[in-house]
């Protein structure tokens, strides 16, 4: 299992804000390359995202279930990329300060992915995550209420 933190510069809200927007989700997750569909009623549990991982050509089609829903404070998801398998991810976050701390864990749960070594499997993982918590923290900061206790941040949108 591979656990990455990081502390951003907004407000648990306004992380939980990017994450219900399905439509960003390609942005701040390393290998997610396009939506494809967000269903009616995502982020709420058993609803799922729809998008794709890879590169053109090497494209493969994949879904994300939200598996539990608690903001501004938890979500747990398992995304699909079969042939290569499931994976087990939970977001938790905390106040800190004026800002938060983000907590990603994530874990190979089926297919191939289980196959290989773990402290392998980690190290790839820790490594996709420090990118994917940077890219979110991008547009969390960049998105964040200019009301929050920033002390108003004009370049907020």
Do not use: Q, Y
Not at 8 to 28: H, K, M, Q, R, Y
Not at 47 to 68: A, C, K, Q, R
Not at 97 to 113: K, L, N, Q
Request: proline share 8%.
């Amino acid at each position: 299992m591979s656990v990455n933190t990081r502390k951003l510069n907004c407000s648990p809200e306004d992380v939980f804000a990017v994450i219900a927007d399905g439509w960003l989700f390609p942005t701040w997750v390393v290998g997610a390359s396009r939506m494809r569909d967000v269903e009616e009623g995502w982020p709420e549990e058993g609803f799922h995202l729809h998008h794709s991982f890879g590169v053109w050509p090497f494209l493969i089609n994949d879904e994300t279930t939200m598996l539990e829903w608690d903001p501004p404070r938890h979500a747990a998801m398992r995304p699909k990329g079969w042939p290569i398998g499931e994976a087990l991810v939970t977001i938790d976050v905390r106040p800190k300060g004026d800002g938060c701390i983000v907590r990603i864990t994530e874990e190979a749960t089926a297919g191939p992915g289980t196959w290989v070594p773990e402290f392998f499997m980690n190290v790839l993982l820790h490594l996709r995550n420090v990118e994917t918590l940077r890219r979110l923290a991008f547009i969390a900061e960049g998105r964040r209420d200019p009301a929050s206790s920033d002390g108003g941040n004009p370049g907020a949108v």
